[in-house]
Every structure is written in structure tokens, then in C-alpha cells.
């Protein structure tokens, strides 16, 4: 069974930060690009940031650039989302998704696996 678990999400203030991290299971991971998204309520998904099968290559969207930061430990299956500066409208669900497409393919409809999310609210 294929499987990622999201964790690390919470209620910060403006400004604080957080550390998200992302658990695989039951594939190859270290075959896969991997992708953080997020989605408010009413609102479409988006892609926050992608890393590349080796960790080589990052990308994230504008929004966030300069305060987010994607890793990941292939040796223990896991990608994080380092978030820093805060702001309100970072609040979401995020949610960590495994491609096998390469890293140029950062939007939703490339991720064949999905967790099932993380809750951050940003909020003074």
C-alpha cells in the first residue's frame, strides 16, 4: 500500500515558523519527484514548492520564495517543508504528493500519490 503522511502542521502567529514534514511508505521513494501543495477553503489547490528525485533541484512559487525552504532524506523517506515568516495568508491544508514525472511537471495533475493533508493557520 502507497502511502504519505503529512505532519507538523499548527496554529503560529504571524511570523513564526514551522516544519513540516512528509513520511513514505510503500514505493520507491527516492525514484520520485516530490511536491508540497496547500489549499485554502474555497479555493483551488496550488503548488507551493517541488524537489527533484535526488534533491538536486527545487522550485517554489512566488509567494513563498525566500521563506520556504523543501528538502528531503531519501534514506529515511522523508521531504519537509520549512516555513518561515509566516504570513496569514499561508493558512491551509497542505499536503505532500509523490510524481514520477520530473520536476518541470510541479502542478497537481503530474502527483500520482497524495496524503491527506496538514492543517497550518497562520493567526494573530
Known amino acids: 500500500q502507497l502511502q504519505l503522511v503529512e505532519s507538523g502542521g499548527g496554529l503560529v502567529q504571524p511570523g513564526r515558523s514551522l516544519r513540516l514534514s512528509c513520511a513514505a511508505s510503500?514505493?520507491?521513494?527516492?525514484?520520485?519527484?516530490i511536491g508540497w501543495f496547500r489549499q485554502a477553503p474555497g479555493k483551488e489547490r496550488e503548488g507551493v514548492s517541488c524537489i527533484s528525485s535526488g534533491g538536486g533541484s527545487t522550485n517554489y512559487v512566488d509567494s513563498v520564495q525566500g521563506r520556504f525552504t523543501i528538502s528531503r532524506d531519501n534514506a529515511k523517506n522523508a521531504v519537509f517543508l520549512q516555513m518561515d515568516s509566516l504570513k496569514p495568508e499561508d493558512t491551509a491544508v497542505y499536503y505532500c504528493?509523490?510524481?514520477?514525472?520530473?520536476?518541470?511537471?510541479?502542478?497537481?495533475?503530474?502527483?500520482?500519490?497524495w496524503g491527506q493533508g496538514t492543517q497550518v493557520t497562520v493567526s494573530s
Open positions: 504528493a509523490a510524481s514520477s514525472y520530473g520536476i518541470s511537471w510541479c502542478k497537481p495533475q503530474a502527483f500520482t500519490y
Open positions: 510503500g514505493f520507491s521513494f527516492d525514484y520520485y519527484t
